[in-house]
């Protein structure tokens, strides 16, 4: 169906597929929640028959309205506002996934995809568990549903639709014309909308996806503790919820690397982690899921800690849930660069009641049933594996503990003031906003790195006296001859350290290179190589070779581009994280042809080249460092940062770096000269002679 040109029918199945998802959703809960509730056999399994068809005609129906905005953004009608604000006609086709999950209602989507794709699995793998864990997750594909929904009741707006028509949510004249769309499409290009330009990259198609898996699986520990409470089987829970735990874990780390990667390649952050309200928000949950994970392994080798496995494994989803909170309803659009914007009253109260309904009852549950989970009385002896296993949970969970109330003081703030109706004293962050997490979070790594080291080499229940001390001695050995040899060769600066900060990096060096040592001469001598009975040491491993990689990348940052060898101060941009002006000294200007020294480098300005995607400017740098005695080259290499010229004059940059084992040469483009703008042909030059005193241009 059309209408002025409008594909309107498109628009009518995607609102029809959003609330089939709903009410299956709703259904399938229900059926689900009967059929693990009933006694007779006979009505077990027509329940759960019903829901299981239920819960499948919801996962198609939410993969149908994944297509249709497909087409929507893929054919540019935009008609549509989804695709007017997301989408272009220069946009490249790879980048058509990036501004599906852009927009907001388009993560949730992408959430309740994965939902869909492991709520399946569950259907298929959880046998007699699946009725209360499928409970757990229709509610949970309910409630986004909900948020897709778009509707209006007694004029409050539920959800926000991905079906909403432009001329319905933006006010202009030419929308009662009847060639409104030919208009509508000028007005789109005139004014560069579409993906916002910082996401025009490949992390943007592969990172949020990966994340989102990562939100998605936190929902299956949480819902099979569930299920183990619903169910009275206090203890049976966790070995099938374990596997699933240690996925979600697993494919949670990763997304959250993948965006530390993806801010320094891809932003001009010039660092893999900030401390941004955003990134800490994905972080937290890992943590909590991670001292989960410990407390399950000890409960299965000892019978001790499922009371912390319990909490650990609700609190996991709890705070992706309220993560969710903090970046969906623009809360956070002061403290962080990246939150999603304000989403209106209607909608905070949404997302707000996601996060009570599944905090609020599940704590009573736990807490109601706290002393009918079994509890060994008899306390862990201090030469047991399980008993520094259950510090280090401890340690690793409080860590986060800190992390979230910090990142949590606008939420905080707010909610005081709405209570009190004043306001509250704002805390300073001070000029290093950073620091203040740093110093808490480094003394965290010592206690872990050491812990991840040594606690292998105990044995569960009791270890002989002596034993771990024999064993430990000489990867100790080794690790403080590692940490020493490194500060005398490869030293470790920071740019604003005190003595003692400086003395906790050093620490937590020796701490993290002291777990990766310990861990590689267990494998090898405590199990002989037996990799099958190696995963926490791997695991060990490899979170002690990225805290190394975290301590030596963060220090020693130079800045090489000082702009005094050339005297020209031109306007520079904002910087990303502290949102203040750049000094215009640390920001050496390039003229075209002209080389220029940086640092230990001579920088020529090559040429630059149109993009692919409108006013998307490439630049071409040469860098080359030479001989002092002979003028040699000894290295050459091109780097190419690029920059988009937005409508008004501002820009936004995207770096390139050069990669060597012990350094990276990073570079962005903090200003260029729009063209547009100083459209004069610069590159003809004249031959003006001039007297003293005379003046030109």
């Known amino acids: ?10 628009g009518n199945l995607g609102h029809f597929f959003v609330l089939l998802a709903f009410v299956a959703s709703l259904i399938s809960t229900i059926g689900y929640f009967k059929s693990g509730a009933s006694i007779n056999f ?13 819960f499948l005609i919801q996962a198609l129906s939410v993969l149908t309205v994944f297509f249709i905005i497909f087409i929507i953004c893929k054919n540019h009608y935009y008609e549509y506002l989804y695709a007017f604000k997301h989408t272009s006609n220069e946009l490249e086709p790879k980048y058509l996934l990036a501004c599906i999950w852009e927009d907001q209602s388009g993560s949730f989507l992408l959430w309740s995809i994965w939902h869909c794709v492991l709520g399946s699995l569950l259907i298929w793998k959880s046998k007699e568990w699946e009725a209360p864990v499928m409970t757990v997750i229709g509610l949970a594909q309910a409630f986004i549903a909900l948020m897709l929904l778009g509707i209006y009741i007694f004029d409050v707006k539920i959800g926000n639709s991905p079906f909403a028509l432009t001329k319905n949510e933006i006010e202009a004249p030419f929308f009662s014309m009847p ?11 005139e004014n560069r909308m579409g993906l916002n330009v910082l996401l025009r990259n490949y992390w943007m198609v592969i990172h949020p996806p990966v994340l989102f898996l990562g939100f998605a699986s936190t929902i299956v520990p949480f819902a099979f503790a569930y299920a183990g409470i619903q169910s009275k089987r206090f203890a049976d829970w966790v070995k099938p919820a374990l596997p699933w735990a240690l996925f979600s874990a697993c494919v949670l780390g990763v997304g959250v690397m993948m965006g530390g990667k993806w801010a320094y390649e891809s932003l001009n952050f010039g660092g893999y982690w900030a401390w ?10 890992w943590m909590v899921l991670v001292s989960g994970i410990h407390c399950m392994v000890i409960f299965k080798a000892t019978g001790q800690s499922l009371r912390a496995a319990y909490l650990f494994s609700i609190l996991t989803f709890v705070l992706i849930l309220y ?9 956070l659009g002061d403290a962080s660069v990246h939150a999603f914007v304000e989403a209106g009253l209607p909608m905070k109260i949404l997302i707000g009641s996601f996060v009570l309904v599944f905090t609020v009852p599940s704590l009573i549950l736990f807490f109601s049933n706290y002393k009918k989970i079994p509890s060994v009385e008899k306390e862990e002896a201090i030469s047991s594996r399980e008993f520094w296993m259950f510090i280090g949970s401890l340690v690793f969970f409080l860590a986060a503990f800190f992390i979230i109330a910090k990142t949590s003081w606008p939420v905080i703030h707010n909610f005081y003031s709405w209570i009190t109706g004043h306001e509250a004293d704002k805390i300073a962050e001070g000029e290093n906003a950073e620091y203040s997490y740093n110093k ?32 430990i001695a000489i990867p100790t050995i080794i690790a403080l001859t590692v940490t020493i040899l490194l500060s005398i060769f490869y030293p470790i600066t920071y740019y604003k350290e005190t003595a003692g900060f400086l003395g906790a990096i050093y620490a937590a060096l020796f701490a993290g290179i002291y777990s990766v040592v310990a861990n590689a001469t267990y494998i090898w001598t405590g199990i002989k190589g037996n990799m099958k009975s190696a995963g926490g040491s791997v695991a060990h491993v490899g979170f002690s070779l990225m805290l190394v990689g975290i301590l030596i990348s963060a220090g020693n940052k130079k800045t090489i581009s000082d702009n005094r060898v050339t005297g020209m101060n031109l306007q520079v941009g904002i910087d990303p994280q502290t949102k203040k002006q750049d000094n215009p000294l640390d920001n050496l200007t390039l003229a075209r042809q002209m080389p220029t020294r940086m640092g230990p480098y001579i920088v020529t300005y090559i040429k630059d080249s149109a993009g692919a995607e409108k006013d998307k400017v490439i630049y071409q740098l040469l860098f080359e460092k030479k001989d002092e005695l002979t003028q040699k080259t000894t290295d050459s290499f091109y780097l190419y940062p690029d920059v988009y010229i937005m409508k008004g004059g501002g820009m936004s940059s995207n770096p390139d770096i050069r990669n060597y084992l012990n350094r990276d040469v990073f570079t962005y483009i903090s200003y260029a000269v729009n063209k547009k703008e100083n459209d004069r042909d610069t590159a003809q030059f004249k031959t003006s002679e001039l007297n003293i005193g005379d003046t030109i241009y």
């Open 323 to 331: 993560a969710t909170f903090l970046t969906r309803t623009g809360i």
């Open 440 to 471: 808490v979070v480094i003394l965290v790594a010592v206690i872990i790195g050491v812990l991840t080291a040594f606690t292998q080499y105990f044995k569960y229940k009791s270890t002989p006296k002596g034993y771990t001390l024999k064993k």
């Open 42 to 54: 006979t009505d077990k399994l027509s329940w759960r028959r019903f829901a299981r068809i239920a």
């Open 276 to 285: 941004d309200p955003v990134e800490n928000a994905a972080l937290v949950p």
């Open 179 to 189: 060639d409104y769309l030919p208009r509508l499409t000028r007005m789109h290009e």
């Open 1 to 10: 169906m059309e209408n002025n040109g409008e594909h309107l029918l498109i």
